[in-house]
């Protein structure tokens, strides 16, 4: 399906449109894409993303890793602009390592570290980007 950003799929009338275009994607088509790390290595899926309100822009892809059925599960989030669409894999990719990734700033299904203004700027500073915030 090849549809310039502004053409629709047909719809019976059941569902939302949800779809994508060269350029464009839904957000439920970005959850659980696959991440790509060093030597197309998978090291996870995308869990969901952060969007900043103000801009609109997405700030974040966060990863679900670790855990068994739900329990110890961390979240990492990777600057979004670490982030790049690899057509061939049908994923992102990622120059880092699952290591840099263990190691990086993460958080449990209870905590909600967004709160601290530090955390952004720990997170963009362990991967090596300019925070922009």
């Known amino acids: 399906m ?3 950003d502004n053409e629709l799929p047909e719809n019976d009338g059941q569902d939302p449109v949800i779809t994508e ?3 464009l994607i839904a957000s439920d088509r970005i959850e659980g894409t696959a991440v790509f790390g060093k030597n197309h290595e998978k090291i996870g899926s995308v869990y969901n993303f952060m969007v900043d309100k103000v801009s ?3 700030s974040y892809a966060v990863m679900s890793f670790g855990g068994f059925l739900g329990i110890g599960e961390r979240y990492h989030p990777l600057p979004w602009d ?3 669409y690899d057509v061939e894999l049908g994923g992102y990719r990622v120059d880092i390592s699952r290591e840099q ?3 990086a700033p993460n958080f449990a299904a209870q905590e909600n570290p967004w ?3 530090e955390y952004g700027r720990r997170l963009h500073s362990h991967y090596g980007y300019p ?3």
Request: proline residues 5%; hydrophobic residues 30%; aromatic residues 4%.
């Open 115 to 117: 709160g601290d203004p």
């Open 21 to 23: 275009s060269d350029r």
């Open 101 to 103: 990734l263990e190691e």
């Open 56 to 58: 609109g822009k997405a």
């Open 2 to 4: 090849n549809m310039s």
């Open 82 to 84: 670490a982030l790049t």
């Open 131 to 133: 925070y922009g915030l």
